[in-house]
């Protein structure tokens, strides 16, 4: 589709564009029966299984980290504990490909990933550079400076952070923004606020947030380790449920339900997952929002400004599926039967494409990486998406128009394979 | 007399099929592409006029409060806003050009970066420049900026209140943006004419733009706010236009610009579908929700009020549903439009 305009980010419609390059080695090159799509969609419950199996096991590097921080609040044991975050966002981030498509993992993931969330309901704020949800009752609850507190003209007694009390908190008021359990709530408790808005830092909570005594800095700091102690458990077994559900050898799990369906269902979600994650998700919600209205509020990973590192891997699950391998955290490499190898069969030239295009939106994602984490002069994401910054939004924006045109593949390698409809079952999410 | 009506609808109709079976598939395409074009043209037209009005009537308020008043810019502020309601449903073509649709309204915005932003802008001491605007993002250039700075109720009682200067110069260079891209994206829609027409992509395009406005107004604009989806709680602060109370109203324009600048080309390839009986049906279903005006031209907020009269909410929201069923399954399936990934499918 050739028009005299410049195609918008996200048009509804994408113009294919040919591109050539492709550097996926199929899987298949050495065997010589074709593959199936039955091969395919259990190759992918495989993906699934290994991927939240690692963010698993960094959840609970994670949670024995921020232990010994609680135990020992020292700097060294805050700074690992940050690490040991960043680590787990690794392979979580890959497995968002999951949720859109599997309601089981949509369903489930608000309470590990929910964002933006209202921090006021957890922690203390500073007031005057605090936004939160309009209308959110819950906004400035504060949950670790009181035992009782009140959203909505609702009292709940809260003097005992435990896991099943955080993720009975969460969304409470009938609001999103109330976020009390997941990945960004306990990023806030080790980071705290970022004040830095469109300039160079992330959050500067204090380690004597979590000294006990007279050293305690803002208050209560035995309740923000309780709640730090209580969300990082809640992750862990939440993750726990989720690799259970993808485990091998269960005749009741949600592994078994997708491998008894009609393997088109399979192929569905798969590509479903990939191109509500590209384009609605990631290049939309994540990216587009962030940049057009210079937010920094609708930055992702907002306290750690590591949002580089969320987008930077959640374009990798987006590939993972498609060339069916996976990269697992202590280097083994899954692969098996891909989607790749069922659209070559038929359409070679498509299959080049897409993974031409799968390259270039992570290489388009690598260099929004690159300028964050450079050692010269960082530009974190929230500095690329400043008023009047050209640069940083040019990085920005190459990211989004790769995402953008791989979406168009993704919508003929649908057609390519015979899959009609692209909505998914009951996700909620409009197409 | 009601007879004669009849018969004088079934000899158009007749006239309009036999039209249709003596071209083939393309001209048909044409005629409908044809329909839109002139339609969306007649709505930007509307558009460009009504914010032209916004400017200049906000320009001299702004000049000389004791002559023009508050309440003479609202109302311009409102048939501007009302205007690009009518068209909001376009998502191709020219609005594309450097994201004008958010340009012209922003939405949603939970986090409140419209009040946010116009602080920011009103406490630096200097006066608001057009150039601050045009660089400031699409949370200050458009409809819900100027609706801040005219309705919403704490900055009206505070100092920075109109006709405030810094906050007229604000409030002048937003409507200044809003009726230049008005303008321009008139003159884009003109010359966007022969490639509009002789592409056949944009039948598809375009009915994917109608049936991807009906699905937002449904589930965006009405169920959202009244808690019948995500959470389940009632906020207007998710409607749009919830500031000046002209939620439903801009819904209403929403089906109205619809009505008048889709349905006729959607008609018009149904009535040589497989199934001709869907075009009669969807318009009088058109005709059902805008019964429910001009009665429901009210602010949403008394009505989600737990004493409020929200069964008249519900009324609109069943026929509003039945409209998108209408068009979005059967109409979009009949004429095999093929749905692909769209940009809201977020969360």
Same mark, same amino acid.
């Given at each position: 589709?050739?028009?005299?305009?410049?195609?918008?980010?996200?048009?509804?419609?994408?113009?294919?564009?040919l591109?050539?390059?492709?550097?996926?080695?199929?899987?298949?090159?050495?065997? @010589?029966?074709?593959?199936?799509k039955? #091969?395919?969609?259990?190759?992918?419950?495989?993906?699934?299984?290994?991927?939240?199996?690692?963010?698993?096991?960094?959840?609970?590097a994670?949670?024995?980290?921020?232990d010994?921080?609680? @135990?020992?609040?020292?700097?060294?044991?805050?700074?690992?504990a940050?690490?040991?975050w960043? *680590?787990?966002?690794?392979?979580?981030?890959?497995?968002?490909v999951?949720?859109?498509?599997?309601?089981?993992? $949509? #369903?489930?993931?608000?309470?590990?990933?929910?964002?933006p969330?209202d921090?006021?309901?957890?922690?203390?704020?500073?007031?005057?550079?605090?936004?939160?949800?309009l209308?959110? *009752?819950?906004?400035t @609850?504060?949950?670790? +400076?009181?035992?009782?507190?009140?959203?909505?003209?609702?009292?709940?007694?809260?003097?005992?952070?435990?896991?099943?009390?955080?993720?009975?908190?969460?969304?409470?008021?009938?609001?999103?923004?109330?976020?009390?359990?997941?990945y960004?709530?306990?990023?806030?408790?080790?980071?705290?606020?970022d004040?830095?808005?469109?300039?160079?830092?992330?959050?500067?909570?204090?380690?004597? $947030?979590?000294?006990?005594?007279?050293?305690?800095?803002?208050?209560?700091? #035995?309740?923000?380790?309780?709640?730090? $102690?209580?969300?990082?458990?809640?992750?862990?077994?939440d993750?726990?449920?989720?690799?259970?559900?993808? +485990?091998?050898?269960h005749?009741?799990?949600? /592994?078994a339900?997708?491998?008894?369906?009609?393997?088109?269902d399979?192929?569905?979600?798969?590509l479903?997952?990939?191109?509500s994650?590209?384009?609605?998700e990631?290049?939309?919600?994540r990216?587009?929002?962030?940049l057009? +209205?210079?937010?920094?509020?609708d930055e992702h990973?907002?306290?750690?400004?590591?949002?580089?590192?969320?987008?930077?891997?959640?374009?990798?699950?987006?590939?993972?599926?498609?060339?069916?391998?996976? /990269?697992?955290?202590?280097?083994?490499?899954?692969?098996?039967?891909?989607?790749?190898d069922?659209?070559?069969q038929?359409?070679?030239?498509? #299959?080049?494409r897409?993974n031409?295009?799968?390259? +270039?939106?992570?290489?388009?994602?690598?260099?929004?990486?690159?300028?964050?984490?450079?050692?010269?002069?960082?530009?974190?994401?929230?500095?690329?998406?400043?008023?009047?910054?050209?640069?940083?939004?040019?990085?920005?924006?190459?990211?989004?128009?790769?995402?953008v045109?791989?979406?168009?593949?993704i919508?003929?390698?649908a057609?390519?394979?015979?899959?009609?409809?692209?909505s998914?079952?009951?996700?909620?999410?409009?197409? | 007399?009601?007879?004669?009506?009849?018969?004088?609808?079934?000899?158009?109709?007749?006239?309009?099929?036999?039209?249709?079976?003596?071209?083939?598939?393309?001209d048909?395409d044409?005629?409908?592409?044809?329909?839109w !074009?002139? %339609?969306?043209?007649?709505?930007?037209?509307?558009?460009?006029?009504?914010?032209?009005?916004?400017?200049?009537?906000?320009?001299? !308020?702004?000049?000389?409060?004791?002559?023009?008043?508050?309440?003479?810019?609202?109302?311009?502020?409102?048939?501007?806003?009302?205007?690009?309601?009518?068209v909001?449903?376009?998502?191709? %073509?020219?609005?594309?050009?450097?994201?004008?649709?958010?340009?012209?309204?922003?939405?949603?915005?939970?986090?409140?970066?419209?009040?946010?932003?116009?602080?920011?802008?009103?406490?630096?001491?200097?006066?608001?420049?057009?150039?601050?605007?045009?660089?400031?993002? &699409?949370?200050?250039?458009?409809?819900?900026?100027?609706? !801040?700075?005219l309705?919403?109720?704490a900055?009206?009682?505070?100092?920075q209140?109109?006709?405030?200067?810094?906050?007229?110069?604000l409030?002048?260079?937003?409507?200044?943006?809003?009726?230049?891209?008005?303008?321009?994206l008139l003159?884009?829609?003109?010359?966007?004419r022969?490639h509009?027409?002789?592409?056949?992509?944009?039948?598809?395009?375009t009915?994917?733009?109608?049936?991807?406005?009906?699905?937002?107004?449904?589930?965006?604009?009405?169920?959202?706010?009244? %808690?019948?989806?995500?959470?389940g709680?009632?906020?207007?602060? &998710?409607?749009?236009?919830?500031?000046?109370g002209?939620?439903?109203?801009?819904?209403?324009a929403?089906?109205?610009?619809?009505?008048?600048?889709?349905?006729?080309g959607?008609?018009?390839?149904?009535?040589?579908?497989?199934?001709?009986?869907?075009?009669?049906w969807?318009?009088a279903?058109?005709?059902? &929700?805008?019964?429910?005006?001009?009665?429901?031209?009210?602010p949403?907020?008394?009505?989600?009020?737990?004493? %409020?009269?929200?069964?008249?909410?519900?009324?609109?929201?069943?026929?509003?549903?039945?409209?998108?069923?209408?068009?979005?399954?059967?109409?979009?399936v009949?004429?095999?439009? &093929?749905?692909?990934?769209?940009?809201?499918?977020?969360?």
């Amino acid at each position: 589709m050739k028009t005299p305009f410049r195609p918008a980010p996200l048009a509804l419609t994408v113009a294919a564009v040919l591109t050539v390059g492709c550097t996926h080695t199929p899987w298949s090159k050495d065997t @010589a029966a074709p593959v199936t799509k039955a #091969d395919v969609v259990e190759h992918y419950a495989d993906l699934a299984y290994a991927n939240y199996q690692d963010a698993l096991t960094t959840a609970r590097a994670l949670d024995e980290a921020t232990d010994r921080l609680i @135990a020992n609040p020292t700097d060294a044991n805050l700074e690992a504990a940050k690490q040991a975050w960043l *680590a787990a966002r690794v392979p979580y981030q890959q497995t968002e490909v999951f949720r859109f498509g599997n309601t089981i993992v $949509d #369903d489930w993931e608000g309470q590990l990933n929910a964002w933006p969330l209202d921090e006021g309901l957890i922690d203390y704020v500073k007031a005057d550079d605090y936004q939160h949800e309009l209308g959110n *009752a819950g906004a400035t @609850a504060n949950i670790i +400076a009181n035992t009782r507190i009140n959203v909505g003209g609702e009292t709940i007694d809260v003097s005992n952070l435990t896991p099943e009390l955080l993720a009975n908190l969460n969304e409470i008021g009938g609001s999103e923004a109330n976020v009390a359990t997941g990945y960004h709530a306990i990023e806030f408790l080790l980071w705290g606020q970022d004040l830095h808005g469109f300039e160079l830092g992330a959050g500067e909570r204090p380690v004597s $947030d979590y000294v006990t005594g007279a050293g305690c800095t803002h208050g209560h700091c #035995d309740r923000r380790a309780q709640y730090l $102690d209580a969300v990082t458990d809640l992750l862990v077994s939440d993750l726990e449920w989720m690799v259970d559900q993808w +485990a091998p050898g269960h005749d009741d799990n949600y /592994r078994a339900q997708l491998l008894a369906a009609d393997a088109n269902d399979g192929v569905q979600k798969m590509l479903f997952g990939m191109g509500s994650l590209s384009l609605g998700e990631l290049a939309g919600e994540r990216m587009k929002v962030a940049l057009e +209205a210079n937010s920094y509020e609708d930055e992702h990973d907002c306290f750690s400004d590591n949002t580089h590192n969320s987008h930077y891997y959640n374009g990798q699950g987006i590939q993972n599926v498609y060339t069916g391998s996976y /990269r697992r955290v202590d280097g083994r490499l899954v692969e098996g039967p891909s989607l790749s190898d069922l659209v070559r069969q038929t359409n070679p030239e498509l #299959d080049a494409r897409l993974n031409a295009q799968l390259e +270039a939106s992570m290489k388009a994602l690598g260099l929004l990486k690159a300028k964050a984490e450079s050692s010269q002069a960082p530009m974190r994401f929230d500095m690329m998406i400043a008023p009047g910054n050209a640069a940083g939004a040019k990085i920005v924006n190459g990211a989004i128009m790769a995402l953008v045109e791989q979406t168009g593949s993704i919508e003929q390698a649908a057609q390519e394979l015979g899959i009609e409809a692209l909505s998914p079952d009951d996700a909620g999410h409009s197409f | 007399m009601q007879r004669l009506t009849r018969l004088l609808l079934a000899c158009t109709w007749l006239l309009a099929s036999g039209l249709a079976v003596a071209g083939d598939t393309t001209d048909l395409d044409r005629q409908a592409r044809h329909l839109w !074009y002139d %339609g969306i043209l007649s709505g930007y037209q509307a558009l460009a006029r009504e914010a032209q009005t916004f400017a200049r009537v906000a320009g001299d !308020y702004c000049q000389a409060p004791e002559q023009t008043t508050l309440a003479q810019v609202r109302d311009a502020w409102q048939r501007a806003f009302l205007a690009w309601q009518a068209v909001r449903f376009v998502d191709f %073509g020219p609005v594309e050009n450097d994201n004008r649709a958010w340009q012209f309204q922003f939405w949603p915005d939970p986090k409140n970066l419209v009040a946010r932003k116009a602080r920011a802008l009103l406490t630096s001491g200097a006066p608001v420049t057009r150039e601050q605007v045009e660089q400031g993002g &699409v949370a200050v250039q458009g409809f819900p900026m100027a609706e !801040y700075l005219l309705f919403d109720d704490a900055f009206g009682t505070s100092d920075q209140a109109l006709p405030a200067t810094s906050s007229c110069a604000l409030l002048t260079a937003v409507a200044g943006h809003i009726a230049d891209n008005s303008q321009q994206l008139l003159a884009d829609w003109q010359a966007f004419r022969p490639h509009y027409l002789d592409t056949a992509q944009f039948r598809d395009t375009t009915l994917r733009a109608g049936v991807a406005a009906l699905e937002i107004l449904e589930e965006r604009r009405l169920a959202q706010p009244m %808690g019948l989806r995500g959470t389940g709680k009632r906020s207007v602060y &998710v409607a749009d236009a919830w500031r000046s109370g002209r939620s439903l109203a801009g819904i209403e324009a929403s089906v109205r610009g619809l009505h008048q600048y889709f349905f006729p080309g959607l008609a018009l390839l149904l009535e040589h579908s497989d199934q001709p009986e869907l075009g009669p049906w969807i318009d009088a279903q058109f005709g059902e &929700v805008l019964e429910h005006f001009p009665a429901l031209r009210q602010p949403m907020a008394p009505l989600l009020a737990p004493e %409020g009269h929200f069964g008249a909410l519900q009324g609109l929201y069943v026929d509003l549903s039945q409209l998108a069923v209408l068009v979005n399954d059967q109409a979009a399936v009949a004429l095999g439009v &093929v749905r692909g990934f769209n940009s809201s499918d977020g969360d």
